[in-house]
């Protein structure tokens, strides 16, 4: 039997990350990676082999432009979302897409109007080490090992 693992995906602009996790025997596992950190061709090599060797699945969350974002700015982000859906899709791994309102609601968690950025993504850590404290990472990571989780834990 192949192990379950989850591939939580945020993408991000450029500080998008994505992770795999999975519980092995009661220990829990995180693999995380910054999409900067590597090629396309590299993403899709980790998917393809997670995909031979593991039962997996993917979260990935959905993603648009934000107001104020310039247009080359826009057209980079969503060019590279692409790239993530083509990969995804290239290794044959299930996929489903949900808003950040969704995976949040699911951690009973909700950004506050005046909450800083800094301050929410260190609110999303200390959920995600309330969770897993075994899994470490950093402010940046959170969101991915959230999805992945989330993902993980809502699987059909």
């Not at 990676?33 to 997996?56: G, R, Y």
């Not at 506050?112 to 993504?121: L, Q």
């Amino acid at each position: 039997m192949k192990p379950k693992v989850e591939v939580g995906i945020d993408p991000g602009s450029s500080s998008g990350h994505y992770a795999m996790l999975h519980n092995a025997d009661g220990e829990w596992t995180v693999q995380i990676t910054a999409f900067k950190d590597v090629t396309l061709a590299e993403f899709f090599q980790d998917l393809k082999d997670l995909a031979e060797e593991c039962d997996v699945e993917a979260v990935s969350e959905v993603v648009h432009a934000f107001p104020g974002m310039s247009a080359v700015a826009t057209s980079s982000f969503m060019r590279n979302f692409g790239h993530i859906e083509m990969a995804l899709a290239a290794s044959g791994i299930p996929t489903r897409y949900v808003t950040p309102q969704t995976w949040m609601k699911y951690y009973g968690i909700k950004k506050e109007k005046d909450e800083s950025k800094t301050v929410w993504k260190k609110r999303l850590r200390e959920v995600l080490q309330q969770r897993l404290p075994s899994v470490e990472c950093t402010v940046e990571e959170a969101d991915a090992v959230l999805i992945s989780l989330y993902g993980l834990c809502t699987r059909i």
